[in-house]
């Protein structure tokens, strides 16, 4: 009996060790003589490829008097180069049947084609035109200012409850490099010269301030050759590359503010400082943050929106940065429901939290929702390619790929109750009440009218 238990117990073992080692991502990086840090991950599974470079340039890099830049680089570098026609960007990729896109945050700017795998030379092509040849003229810097100003008006002016990020990251990070969101001033745009905007090209978009990072069908050796071909001849950047040191105090106070909105129906977002991404009070933040709202059957959901109903809606997440972070919650008040007795509502979840450890079962669900979430990511080829590039800007191992999931595995019951105490407190937190314009108070004319008829 106990040689068929071991038997049993060895084979399972052998199982999922197998399993792991089927699910390692493979990789090799290395840097050329300009500074450009370069991945490569073959996966022969499908016949497409990603070409990504991620640029550590994001709104903290900014000058507090020109915020909006890494942002609007992100728009301006589609107009085209020396070498591509305005407009045709987008058009050569289209045409070979792929897909582009980029995005920026506050830490950096990320830019990505997806394509057959036949048409890898084209991606790194049209990425080394990016980095070489951009066209920095009046003439697109005018262009792409009218294109973010009508993306600001579409996602941030004209919506509901929009205007929660830039407050927030005025109170909690005011001071600091985070103070502005990456949408920055349009005023500070509109303000600034066209040799400001190709200084910012000159000093940022750089080979080694850059990842090319690789994923797909390829060849190793191959693409070497083709990276070569198209990046090794870039000159290094000499210019200083801003890195702004994070100088935040820690809160003493709450921070409250009554935002008068259009909308319908009240709402409360809560902002708490928390630590940056990669440290291990960061781990247990995430973990807390899917026991609070991860899914519907989540602590915040069950008792708010399900049991209480005094929410339609109630969530929470982690926004993790390279220096810092900030801990939101968030609820849309219910039909018939005060907004205070939402926040004290949500303030009971969260003493809940500090004043008792989690169950196990929790705990279990908890670790099965993480563990999903991680592998997840990992399951296009530009998603391997974006965190491959992620890991190594941010933490000098791209193959935390394959072990950042020990990391969430080290936490334990006592620290999600442990950082829910240390975070989670009033006085480090900012409070915004989202209340519809006509609940707020006309000012009190009478007596300026005595003195007009008088």
Known sequence: MKRKLFLTFFLCFALVFSMQAQ????????????GL???????????????????????KNEDPTRTGFAHFFEHLLFEGSENIGRGEYMKKIQSAGGALNANTTNDRTFYYEVLPSNQLELGLYME??????????????????????????????????????????????????????????????????????IEFYNTFYVPNNATLSIA??????ETK??????FQEIPKGTKEIPRPTYTAKPAKKEVREVVYDNIQLPAVFQGYNMPAQGTADFYAMDML???????????????????????????SFPFAMEDAGIFITLGLVSVGTDVGELEAAMDAEIEKVKNELITDTEFQKIQNQVENKFVSSNATVSGIAESLANYHVYFDDANLINNEI???????????????????TKENRVVLQYLPKSAQKQPDNTDLNKEDKN
């Open 37 to 59: 840090h370069v991945i490569l991950h073959q996966d022969k599974s499908t016949p497409i490829v990603a070409v990504t470079v991620l640029y550590h340039v994001g709104a």
């Open 23 to 34: 699910n390692k991502i493979e990789f090799t990086e290395y840097d050329l003589d300009n």
């Open 406 to 424: 020990k990391r969430y595995n080290s936490v334990t019951k006592e620290d999600i109750k442990r950082v829910a105490n240390k975070y989670l």
């Open 216 to 221: 797909g069908d390829i060849n190793i050796e």
């Open 225 to 230: 050759k083709l990276v070569a071909k198209y």
């Open 128 to 197: 080394s035109e990016r980095m070489l040849h951009a066209k920095i003229d009046q003439v697109g810097v005018d262009t792409q200012r009218e294109v973010v100003k009508e993306e600001k008006r579409q996602r941030y002016d004209n919506q509901p409850y929009m205007s929660f990020q830039a407050k927030m990251f005025e109170n909690a990070f005011k001071g600091t490099n985070y103070e502005w969101s990456t949408i920055g001033s349009l005023e500070h745009l509109n303000e600034a010269t066209l040799d400001e905007f």
């Open 289 to 315: 943050n899917t026991l609070l709202s991860g899914g519907a059957s989540s602590r915040l959901n069950k008792e708010l929106v399900d049991k209480q109903e005094k929410a339609l809606q109630v969530v």
